[in-house]
């Protein structure tokens, strides 16, 4: 039947087979695991953030306010929460904010397009790997407790100021920093082959936080000619710079395919409820800010254990 079909019909398919490809090796590979989560203690009740700008409705104080979006799945004001309740005492980082900001980066990327989408499925799978080895880990009658280093000597007090909860600061994949420890205290990480690991698992998602981080720093820029580049050319050129080289040739061709489908600028600003690049540029530099202080702990901690180059 294939040798049927005419040319343009064996381009279309090829295309699809490709995307198919994308979406399922965009990361690597993954397992469908059926989740729930089981972090505990983190407060998801701020919704609203104050930005810096000279325009839109302000606040006492003369700063704008960041207000959810209707008739919306994606909330740029939830994943700014997300981002900012996740760095915990001076370097470690929440396990529960830091997957609720991929919750919400997966429906950004599901907003713009069924193609992109196939990309945010892989990385959901990710997510759901680390919480499915958290509800793992909180179920064993034997649930391993993993002082963290960080916190010795901390009174409770103390603990829920730094934005810890007392109660479960020790738990395994509570933190970053836990996790790393606790399972490279059971020998579950391999250095040599790839395997089912939290440490594996966050190693993926961190090197396609530092892809979004780009793109939306290059989407929020300004430009003193009056030209923007189309968010297709700056997802491509992000892509290039950073997960390009983690992936096959393949892959590379497929996603090349799926950044020609990405949607104009003007649909970014009604994505994040702005009216024009000066206010897209105010709302995606927190998040980009905010976004460099997850990464940069997370990438601290990666290295300092060996683990930047996890098969």
């Known amino acids: 039947m294939f040798f049927r079909m005419g040319v343009k019909s064996k381009a279309a398919v090829a ?5 198919l490809l994308l979406g399922s090796l965009w990361l690597q590979g993954g397992l469908d695991y059926h989740w729930e989560s089981c ?98 880990s909180e179920k064993s009658p034997e649930a391993e407790m993993v002082p963290d280093e ?5 009174n409770s007090q103390d603990a829920i100021q730094s934005g810890l909860d007392p109660l479960n600061h020790n738990r395994a994949y509570h933190s970053v920093h836990s ?12 250095f040599h082959r790839p395997t ?6 966050l190693l993926r998602l961190h090197r396609a936080l530092l892809w979004l981080r780009l793109f939306l720093e290059k989407l929020a820029e300004m430009s003193e000619s009056g030209r923007l580049r189309s968010p297709a050319e700056l997802c491509r050129e992000s892509y290039q710079n950073t997960l390009s080289k983690h992936h096959t040739w393949l892959v590379r061709r497929a996603a090349e395919l799926a950044f020609i489908a ?35 702990r997370t990438q601290k901690a990666l290295d300092e254990n060996g683990m930047l180059d996890l098969p």
């Not at 960080?150 to 901390?154: P, V």
């Open 150 to 154: 960080h916190l010795t000597g901390l």
């Open 15 to 19: 295309i699809v087979v490709l995307l």
């Open 39 to 136: 972090l505990k203690g983190y407060d998801q009740q701020n919704k609203h953030h104050h930005l810096h700008n000279s325009s839109g409705p302000t606040a006492p104080g003369g700063t704008h306010v960041l207000r959810e979006c209707l008739g919306q799945n994606f909330q740029v004001s939830m994943l700014l929460s997300h981002l900012l309740a996740s760095p915990a005492y001076s370097s470690d980082v929440l396990m529960q904010p830091y997957l609720s900001s991929w919750d919400e980066l997966v429906k950004f990327m599901d907003a713009l397009g069924p193609v992109v989408g196939l990309i945010s499925k892989e990385i959901q799978t990710k997510t759901n790997i680390i919480r499915e080895l958290a509800l793992l």
């Open 262 to 296: 990405m949607p104009e600028r003007g649909f970014f600003f009604r994505l994040v409820c702005v009216g024009n690049q000066q206010e897209l540029n105010v709302v995606l530099t927190k998040v980009v800010r905010a976004i460099d202080e997850v990464y940069n």
């Open 196 to 201: 089912e690991s939290g440490c594996r698992t």
């Open 179 to 190: 996790m790393i420890q606790s399972e490279l205290n059971r020998g579950v990480v391999d």
